[in-house]
Structures are given as structure tokens and as C-alpha cells.
């Protein structure tokens, strides 16, 4: 099997203590242009969005560096 692309588009919000909270579950996208566009429409809704692709082969475990597609406001550290 070859290796395929993992896309994923997450947001972010803060508390009432000012950390940041998961807005909505990791979701998983079929392409990179529709992620941008999906967390271009969430950038207005929350306090930080993300999108980020790698190449991935999940059958053996292997997976690329991550690479930001879109990224607005407030991320935590995703390490």
C-alpha cells in the first residue's frame, strides 16, 4: 500500500482561566484546500485554528513531518 497524506484541521478556544481548551474534536479532511477554506470560516469563531498536513503510511507507522497549511490566532504547543 503507498503512502498517503494525513490533513487535519483542529480549533481552539480559552477558559475562564485563559488556557486554551479543544473547540472541536481533531477532524480529520480529504484535502488540503478544503482544510484551509474550513479553517479560514472557524477563524472567526475561535480563539486559535489550525490546519496541518504529513504524508503518513499508517500500516507501517511512518509518518512525515507535520506542515502548517493555515494557521490564525492562538495554537498551543502540539509536540
Known amino acids: 500500500m503507498s503512502a498517503s497524506k494525513l490533513i487535519v484541521l483542529m480549533?481552539?478556544?480559552?477558559?475562564?482561566d485563559g488556557e486554551l481548551i479543544p473547540a472541536i474534536e481533531p477532524k480529520q479532511v480529504e484535502t488540503e484546500d478544503r482544510a484551509v477554506r474550513e479553517a479560514r470560516a472557524l477563524?472567526?469563531?475561535h480563539t486559535g485554528v489550525i490546519a496541518w498536513a504529513r504524508d503518513a503510511d499508517?500500516?507501517?507507522g511512518e509518518y512525515g513531518p507535520p506542515v502548517e497549511l493555515f494557521k490564525h490566532g492562538k495554537i498551543?504547543?502540539?509536540e
Do not use: Q
Open 43 to 45: 477563524a472567526a469563531r
Open 11 to 16: 480549533a481552539f478556544d480559552e477558559n475562564d
Open 76 to 78: 498551543p504547543d502540539l
Open 58 to 60: 499508517p500500516a507501517v
